[in-house]
Nanobody
């Protein structure tokens, strides 16, 4: 199994930046893809970005050009660099890992990001 723990959330002003981290442990050698999701109050959870083992990335429209997903070489940590933050980016951000041939997946507990205007 893979366990995930997010960190780096907090309160930031409009236009500011935050870097979220997701620390993975367990069977990290079996990870195929990792991603970030977010859920704002009274809204459905939505995909932010994904990153595969071969380096391919996918971004939601709202994230493209402002957010960047990256990782270290061994999937120990995945990052989400968020720039030019907006109030509508306020949400709980969670990371997700797909592993064992994308058959299994794990979620972290989430980290709160609040953007004040």
């Amino acid at each position: 199994q893979v366990q995930l723990v997010e960190s780096g959330g907090g309160l930031v002003q409009v236009g500011g930046t935050l870097r979220l981290s997701c620390a993975a442990s367990g069977n990290i050698n079996s990870i195929n893809t990792m991603g970030w999701y977010r859920q704002a109050p009274e809204k459905q959870r939505e995909l932010v970005a994904t990153l595969t083992t071969d380096g391919s990335t996918n971004y939601a429209d709202f994230a493209r050009g402002r957010f960047t997903i990256s990782r270290d070489n061994s999937w120990n940590k995945v990052y989400l660099q968020m720039n030019r933050l907006k109030p509508e980016d306020t949400a709980v951000y969670s990371c997700r890992a797909w592993y064992a041939g994308n058959i299994l997946n794990s979620w972290g507990q989430g980290t709160q990001v609040t953007v004040s205007s």
